[in-house]
């Protein structure tokens, strides 16, 4: 079956240091992933996915299919990068998302 | 714009009673889809739909019906709510360019006493 692996509920880091949200996923085919985040008291919205090979506000993300992960990563950590991150896996040829379990982020000042 | 907008915000429902959640977009997606979202389980699916008239089950559908009678809206149903059923439900759409972003509404936060 497919998954989604976040392994961490809560890193916390302070501001500048950096950042690793982990992402672990199962899929024997050719993933795309994402990554939502979720500020607070706003609404899920995309990141970055894989695909695309940007850097959004700082982030990025690789897809190595070796170890079947896409981790996030930041190098300075800032306060406003606080908030909920949700890696998540398309199947080829689906429709749907398999969302893992989120990671929080806080970062102190 | 609006987006994806949900109706409503909140609702507290007695166990047994029965409530339907409202989602729209103006996007002219096609694609919909409804979710919970639990402490510790992340955003499961309960049901989507990939057309006006059309809906499938997701990876949680069990208590619940959707309906999709219009292409901006996707109602998501619950006949006789449990306690289970507490969570903060969100929608979500898509459109069928390839880029496969989901655009998620701003949720429903539902209790069940």
């Known amino acids: 079956a497919q998954r989604v692996t976040q392994p961490e509920k809560l890193l916390s880091v302070f501001k500048g240091a950096p950042v690793e949200l982990k992402c672990n996923y199962s899929?024997?085919?050719?993933?795309?992933l994402f990554w939502y985040v979720q500020y607070s008291r706003q609404r899920l919205q995309l990141l970055l996915r894989?695909?695309s090979r940007e850097s959004i506000k700082g982030f990025t993300a690789d897809l190595n299919k070796g170890e079947t992960s896409f981790h996030l990563k930041k190098p300075f950590a800032q306060e406003e990068d606080s908030a909920m991150y949700y890696c998540?896996?398309?199947?080829?040829?689906?429709?749907?998302?398999?969302f893992g379990t989120g990671t929080r982020l806080q970062v102190f000042p | 714009n609006a987006g994806v907008t949900q109706t409503p915000k909140f609702r507290v429902l007695k166990t047994g009673q029965s409530m339907t959640l409202l989602c729209a977009q103006d996007?002219?997606?096609?694609?919909m889809y409804w979710y919970r979202q639990d402490p510790g389980m992340g955003l499961r699916l309960i049901h989507y739909s990939v057309g006006e008239g059309t809906t499938a089950k997701g990876e949680v559908p069990d208590g619940y019906n959707v309906s999709r009678l219009k292409k901006q809206n996707f109602l998501l149903g619950l006949e006789s709510a449990a306690p289970s059923q507490t969570s903060v439900y969100f929608c979500a759409s898509r459109d069928t360019s390839g880029y496969n972003e989901q655009f998620f509404g701003p949720g429903t936060r539902l209790t069940v006493l």
């Open positions: 899929y024997s085919g050719s993933p795309e």
């Open positions: 996007m002219n997606h096609e694609y």
């Open positions: 998540a896996l398309r199947r080829s040829n689906t429709d749907k998302l398999i």
């Open positions: 894989h695909i």
